[in-house]
């Protein structure tokens, strides 16, 4: 069965730190993932994914992710955090039916 | 592009009463869409697969005859909570299936928040 661990609930960096956030998944055959972020009372909103080829995928705002799949992650990483990425953060991993699983999400605080 | 909207955005109700919440993907066509609850502070549930024009496949555990869904065309999908309950506030977010390529992508509504009371 797929599954997606985010093992940081929450994390804090200061404004201008970098930032790396974590995601390990479980699936059985070549996985899709994704990375979304959603703001307080929002939906959410996708900044990257990865479906095959290139394994460092670069996505909006700034972010990016590595897939690598010998430690079965993907994490999202962004060299400069602004206040504005304060906010909540899901992986997710799918397949070609898109039965999709989500991370129990992280949240980020930024700091002045 | 890929934009999905969802309406209402807020909602109030009173208990034993019925609620619809309306998701529309606005520049794409949508064959699949997806209805999650999210508790507060938690992860998205998938509460069922809204399959145009048939019926909607539901996740282990969620009522089929509690929670409607219907997805009449290929841009709208809607869930309607009948005899609504306490239990059932929650903020309840769609998303719709555009298939890019090889591979399909989940786009996401902005979320209905629901109170009953």
């Known amino acids: 069965a797929q599954s997606v661990t985010q093992p940081d609930i929450h994390i804090t960096v200061s404004e201008g730190a970098s930032l790396e956030l974590r995601c390990n998944y479980s699936y059985g055959a070549t996985p899709y993932l994704f990375w979304y972020v959603q703001s307080p009372g929002q939906g959410l909103q996708l900044l990257l994914k990865y479906f095959s080829g290139d394994t460092l995928v670069q996505g909006i705002k700034g972010f990016e992710a590595e897939f690598k799949r010998s430690q079965s992650s993907f994490n999202l990483r962004k060299p400069s955090v602004h206040w504005s990425d304060a906010a909540e953060y899901f992986c997710?991993?799918?397949?070609?039916?898109?039965?999709?699983?989500f991370g129990a999400g992280t949240r980020l605080t930024v700091k002045p | 592009g890929a934009v999905v909207s969802q309406h209402p955005s807020r909602v109030i109700c009173k208990s034993g009463t019925s609620v619809k919440i309306e998701c529309r993907s606005l520049?794409?066509?949508?064959?699949?869409m997806f209805w999650y609850r999210q508790f507060p502070k938690q992860s998205l549930m998938l509460m069922a697969t809204s399959n145009e024009g048939s019926k909607a496949t539901y996740e282990q555990g969620v009522e089929k005859d509690k929670f409607l869904i219907n997805h009449a065309s290929l841009t709208l999908s809607t869930l309607t909570v009948t005899s609504a309950h306490p239990e059932d506030s929650s903020f309840y977010i769609c998303s719709a299936r555009r298939r890019q390529g090889f591979a399909d992508t989940q786009y996401f509504g902005p979320g209905t928040r629901l109170t009953v009371l």
């Open positions: 520049d794409f066509q949508a064959t699949t």
């Open positions: 997710a991993v799918g397949g070609n039916n898109n039965d999709m699983r």
